[in-house]
């Protein structure tokens, strides 16, 4: 025994010992490569890197943002291809980014973390409206509406940040197409912590969402995958959802896969009249009126009220019925899921239909409404109520389908210097040039006659014109159209006929 | 199909006495436009079509919905320039109204925004409709009419005004013998219509006046330059107004998405009825939806500043007031018997604005104006009558035709 004792007394300084050395005369390797570059590349799979088409090319410049700096300076002095790092500080601002391919990337130091903070006065922390956007690697927190939010800006990559009590949304993309929200932390969020609204091809992976009243939620898109999140602790864990009253109208295409769904019992703390508000603690999964949603593969365990959830806009409280939008959850598929332990301690509503058919056991499953060609892998699994309707599934995995992020990113469109100068030409110039009419400009025959093969004149002209005939007003300068559209509008304008 | 109550008759024969002895009856013109008006380019077929620098962009599920660079929802064009300009001569010809008192622009005029400045319009011997007349600028693009979104087309909408006994109060029968009747209009009416034969039809009425409603273009405001990439076109409060705007506390651009600053939807907000007025049902009552109790189409915000006041029967005066309803709280205008029945609308809520955000709402709004391609009011009209008829009281004194306001 006192041999054995000794034996790791001296195996434990021997230890200490190396890391000392280790550490004192080692040095700095972290210019030593380790690994080769293809050690996975064959287990990246079919799809290949799931941000092959999302996110900024950061070819451009580098602006460095220290505290105490304004990263908003920073977006504004920025052109397309930038990447704007944000170094540990605390930034008290709302960033809002108008143009396209920009990277907004924190950078942590010896695990400092750059903070942007609302103190509950600010509304947004980043704002965007580009395409090509990424934002990651920042803490963001105590803003009262969003810490991302988007509004149409496509191809966008959110990831790494942790965000915290951020008001109605964590990350919330709007009118986006080709978007990917990974490695997310977010909690304390009054809605839904990520929020897809209104968007199309949304990839949603290894995110981390609790004590947010809603997890994840998909609303009014179209071919989303919600997979591999740990979503635990929230009020109603993922949502798949039609939104009545927007004015995009369908859900459908979605996969809920491999995801833990675990304790979504937190009470509900929504905002009086949201949507959300109605869902009761203790919901793993709730599609309302969305189609084809495939769920698969999840760990759903310990929602009291019930595991999946599958309702219609008839029966969901808080929802005025929109005659542009169907009402009805179709082409549900639930495949194999470890389910255990939900709906324990369920709500009155689910009690009375299962007294109805005359079901023992605590629920796992409900669907109310119509739900046409839904189905269920395993039937006799689960307990389920209003599963009556449900064919079995004559599939088993959604494997083959990767994701549903685009090849290539979403509107690259070239538009020809044609179209280009003419929309600028009728589109603006129009408005005090008729071609043989005098308005509050000169005719445009006159302007051909004076500038013939010289459409750079116009250009310098309209950007800064200055006062030349008596009979006419002062232009006002043209500078507000990007150059390339200048010399479109006026080469356009050279050649215009009538 | 009301008839004008024959006191109105006598003041319309009042009223065209006068103009006739003032001389207000100019030579009528003889001649459409063979242009299209700004914004729209002149294709084959004589078909004028819209072009935009927002045809730069697309726009998700063809929505016309989403941020500053999204493509526009599709738009009415392709008429002729000559079916536009006889639009505008029909829309601005007091021979419209039961009485030729009133044309379409003495609710819609172009120097108040396409509206009157009124929180409720007026028609026909001084009757005040129920609700406030909305602006036409960029209805070329809107998929349904009315504040409470009954009609899904131009020529669908403009029926009611017209033969409403409390708007312009006529008739098809007296649209027809009047317009049929008059030889300047059947002219011009076989050049809008070429190969038509015979008098004008009530269709063809309809089409040339959607025909001009559809030309009225806004689409280069600061704020597009802005959306453009010029982000020197708005201030720096301009900007955090903008901003405010489409943050997810205020949510204003939830519904008023740009580019159209409308998302073209019908939504319940509670607001209050003006002077005691009892509640408007709005869109409960054409939907026969309940949840649409109360609720109305979204406006869109293009050339704001220039109608007040606002909402659907004019509670507010400014933009500042009609702002700060929304931080006022859900349902705070609302009678006590009508919370309980009322569905509002979900992004109603109480975002706790500051009033600077406000002023910067206000600010923000401005910057939405434009009225480059605003249309010229015609110096004759083809009755001879004085073109557009009763002015708004917004732009000057009352009337002052003797008698007219009397009685």
Partial sequence: MGKKLLQIIVAIALLVAGIVVGTKFAGDNRATVVGDASRYSNATGSGGLLTRSVGGSSTGTVHDVRDGNSIQAAVAAAEPGDVIRI????????????????VLSGVVVNGQWPVMEGNKELNDAVLYSGNDITVENLQIQHYKGNAVMG?????????NNNIIDTGVYGIFPEFGTNGLITHNVLSGIEDAAIYVGMSDNIHVTNNEVFDNVAGIEIENSRHSIVENNYVHDNTGGILVFITPGLPIKTTFDTIVRNNFIVNNNTPNFGIPGSTVAGIPAGTGILNMAGDQTTIEGNVITGNKVIGILITDHMNAPNVTLDPGA??????????????????????????????????????????????ANSCILDPDKYITVGLKSFGTCGFATTADVSTYLLDEPAQRREIAAEDMGKRAYYGVCAGCHSYNIKMVGPPTQIIQALYMDNPQGIVDYITSPTKKRDDYPEMPPQNYLSEDVRMAAAEFMLQVKQ | MSKAPSSLRARAGLLLALVLSTGALAEAPAQLREYCPPGFELTDGNRCELRTLYQNYDSLQYAGVGGPRTGLPSARDGFSPQQIDLGRYLFFDPLLSADNSISCASCHHPDLGFSDGRARSVGIGGAEVRRAAPSLWNVAFLQSFFWDARADSLEQQMVGPLYDAKEMGSSPEQLLAEIGGNATYRALFRVAFPGSEGPPTLEQIY?????????????????????????????????????IFRSFVARCAECHTPPLFTNQQVAVIGVPEPDGRRLDEGAETTSGNPGLRGGFKVPSLRNIAKTAPYMHSGAFDNLRDAAEFYTLGRGHALPEEEKPRMTVHWHIWEPELADHELDRLVDFLATLTDEAFKPGIPATVPSGLAPVGVIPEALGPKPTIAGLNET
């Fill in chain 1, 87 to 102: 170094f540990p500080g605390t930034y008290t601002e709302t960033v809002y980014i108008d143009k396209d391919d920009i």
């Fill in chain 1, 151 to 159: 509004q149409a800006g496509n191809n966008f990559l959110i990831r």
């Fill in chain 1, 326 to 371: 169907d009402p009805s959850s179709d082409e549900i598929a639930i495949l194999d899921n470890m389910m255990w332990n939900n709906g324990y301690d369920t709500i009155p509503e689910i009690k009375a239909l299962k007294t109805l058919e005359l079901v023992d056991g605590n629920v796992e499953i409900l669907n109310v409404g119509a739900s």
């Fill in chain 2, 207 to 243: 089409y040339s006046i959607a025909a001009f409603q559809a030309s009225l273009i806004s689409l280069n405001s600061r704020y597009d330059r802005y959306a453009h990439g010029y982000h020197d076109a708005l201030t720096d409060n301009e900007k955090q107004g903008m901003n």
